[in-house]
């Protein structure tokens, strides 16, 4: 345990290090298995719907999803993971020798492609939760579920959209000026410290990413002299100390309003169905796969983690057949950056849609397709990945939610384009600052989680 | 037809004569029917639920509610109105001789228990928005459906979440510079001349109420140095140029972090079941009644209405069977005025809870109860309506939506409690600024409808 007093904490070791370190001594071995060999999870007779038999965790269930608006799919099926409860995602913060430190995890899920990664606090759930006074085994709960601490975030955030029903989790950080134990595999680190990790492939889990992503003021708070190229240093110094409508292209009433808009319009339905005759997908002993094999598959994994405190268990994991693309363009409009966002529809969203990337698709599903079946500006960002690398910013994989997806990767990009690219967009799009994106971070379900990832790969530029 | 120039229109009439003449040319009459004397409307053969046969308008469903966390009961059932489509309730602003304007429409519907009431320019269904570059037969949707003019109001809200399924609606306020012809029905208002006709009973309906709760920065705005009663001069006096942070009990964040925390705690589930064997329900050829006679009924309606574009139809309503008390009881912190809201349950919530006003219930049904079981502060503000009339800031009847509740009135009351009343409060309730309350209707899903009619009344006292 390291010594809980105000001074800089002894890590001992480099912080890249320790996660490597903690990733050798965070062994699993997860092995995909056939439906039959799940244990306490079954099929229900009537619906098809994949459950524990207790009830908790999650269950696989099937979705009707109708469009409406221009350029809608009209009507389709999938299966869908329905986890109704909120849980909390909570990072605790404490500041040493004055600078604010956080609290994070080396935690490993099974859907990791490398095991550990850095995770926040506390992952709970509202079954953990609402046990805490009678003591839980899930430790630092009580500064989240226990008001013990200054609130610094407290925000419900949705989760993947395209995989989960109306999932949300609770996005917490509490600051404290206790004395706090270090527990095993726990480290406190600085947000440079976490940002470096954040511009290296499948480092900081999704859960971090999200959190930190709602942390406010926090983008140009650690803007160093070296590191980023020029360009970069360019762009994140003129993100520092930018407030909400700081020489915005558009007030807040108006980006509101064209969220506002954009949810009158291109607003899914999405209705849960028996997982049993979904149309288009089928059931095997081992899958439920889509019958031209694409999007993704509902497979079942026996883990063993001896290190956990349940060294073996068998779950449902949703396993995506190929790598997302999420990138999120900016150029200067008026001297101050400007990201491209998209009011996207997701199937899973709670009320229809939210604020994602410029691009937020699986580029293999689209490459058969002539280029006006594609999506708005992915040809675009592909040419720019491939051939200007002096506008690409930022370039890595990052997994998400390992607990369940399975080797669920996507490649997040953040581009700078060209001065002469076009200030015009399809109505669907805006161009906003980070301050904006910042400020709509402080309120439910404006940003879907891609997005919410992304800035915080902004802010990891710094 | 007015002359619509920019000096101030030339209305005629007093604003309170106008609506009573309006009302004498709009007459209607509305009929209870049997379920089997409607058109075009049937019970499913397979569910029971009651819909028009196109599928269009709304539909009246069963609702299964599961609740969660402390007291709450644990399971019911009920009807409930679903009507999933986004409409569009709309006010068109311009300023005469320097002062904004808001054009009015007095409008009839048929659960109005006095026929017309004063509302938005425009009332519009998706159907009606969606088909405007065709032409369309509603007046002035041209300003909210193609961006004619500067947006200061585009947010979702919802709706009555003990009777609708997650209901919401666009609420916008557009302003405009160009010449606007004053159709029959129509006529520019001032701020103060709505605030006028919002302190009588049943003048103002609910669209126009929740519409005008959401326009910024109105409170103080137009105080007037007549009118109120002393205490009230310096009750909106404390109100006006209050920012949202401004000598509040709690920082946004706090406040932000209680709302999350009970959602956390004390959601509702709640999903669509049958209407057809609805426990504790019953049909009869012109009623679906509750069991025990309370909450409300389903009924069927005739009604005639010569100037209306149709007129003559059927339809079926929600009828409430008592009516209910909304009260928000303040207190000054710190020399601020602070109200005491509260994080509510409700059904038909789209994320489970929205903040509702101290008081929300209907009285009638807690009369034989004992104290404990009634709602908190309910008989609290019953005495102080009884015996303290100089604290009573506002006390009148309001009608809910007359196009889908038959003869739905409730009784708004905001009122000042005592300097020892206590400001420590039930974990559900929170003390908070006008500012602050205004702060979040920028936002959609926070304020639920009573809440927002309650602000309108509020900002009336100006």
């Known amino acids: 345990m390291v010594d809980p ?11 890249s290090v320790w996660v490597a370190e903690r990733a050798q001594l965070n062994t699993q071995h997860v092995e995909t298995i056939p439906f039959s060999a799940l244990s306490g999870w079954d099929f229900d007779p009537g619906t098809g719907d994949l459950r524990h038999h207790t009830g908790r965790f999650f269950s696989v269930r099937g979705l009707r999803v109708r469009g409406a608006g221009e350029g809608a799919v009209p009507e389709w099926w999938q299966p869908v993971i329905d986890q109704p409860e909120i849980g909390v995602l909570g990072i605790l913060a404490k500041r040493f020798d004055g600078v604010r430190h956080f609290l994070m995890q080396a935690k490993v899920e099974p859907g990791n492609v490398n095991g550990v990664q850095l995770s926040p606090t506390v992952q709970a759930t509202r079954s953990n939760y609402t046990r805490v006074h009678r003591g839980t085994p899930v430790a630092y709960l009580e500064y989240f579920a226990g008001h013990r601490g200054r609130v610094l975030v407290d925000v419900l955030q949705s989760e993947q959209g ?7 989790n609770r996005n917490m950080i509490v600051e404290t000026d206790a004395e706090v134990p270090v527990h095993e595999d726990f480290r406190w680190f600085t947000l440079d410290e976490i940002r470096t990790l954040l511009r290296r492939d499948n480092m900081v889990n999704m859960d971090a990413r999200t959190v930190l992503s709602c942390l406010p003021g926090s983008h140009g708070a650690t803007a160093r002299a070296g590191g980023a190229s020029g360009a970069g ?5 003129s993100l520092a100390a930018l407030s909400p409508a700081a020489g915005s292209a558009h007030s807040m009433t108006e980006v509101l309003s064209w969220f506002t808009e954009a949810k009158a319009w291109y607003g899914l339905t999405a209705g849960v169905v028996p997982l049993t005759g979904l149309p288009g997908w089928h059931r095997t002993s081992t899958e439920i796969a889509h019958d031209e094999g694409g999007y993704f598959r509902i497979i079942a994994v026996d883990v063993t983690a001896p290190h956990r405190e349940v060294p073996r268990w068998t779950q449902p994991m949703l396993a995506p057949t190929s790598r997302g693309l999420l990138a999120l363009l900016y150029r200067t409009i008026g001297d101050v950056p400007h990201f491209l966002v998209q009011a996207r529809a997701q199937q899973g969203s709670l009320d229809a849609l939210e604020i994602g990337p410029t691009v937020q698709c699986s580029p293999d599903r689209y490459r058969e397709l002539p280029p006006e079946d594609r999506p708005p500006y992915l040809d675009h960002t592909l ?20 607990g369940r997806f399975f080797a669920a990767e996507n490649r997040y990009l953040v581009a700078e384009v060209e001065a002469d690219f076009p200030v015009e967009a399809p109505s669907r799009f805006c161009w906003v600052t980070l301050g904006q994106l ?4 402080r309120h439910s379900y404006y940003l879907n989680i891609e997005a919410r990832t992304l800035v915080a790969c902004v802010e990891s530029l710094g």
């Open 162 to 168: 395209s995989w989960f029903l109306r999932k949300r």
């Open 438 to 441: 910042k400020e709509l971070l």
């Open 5 to 15: 007093s105000v001074t800089a904490p002894e890590t001992g070791t480099d912080s």
């Open 383 to 402: 040419t720019l990945a491939a051939r200007s690398p002096d506008r690409i910013r930022y370039d890595h994989v990052q997994s998400e939610e390992g």
């Open 233 to 237: 240093q360019a762009f994140t110094a």
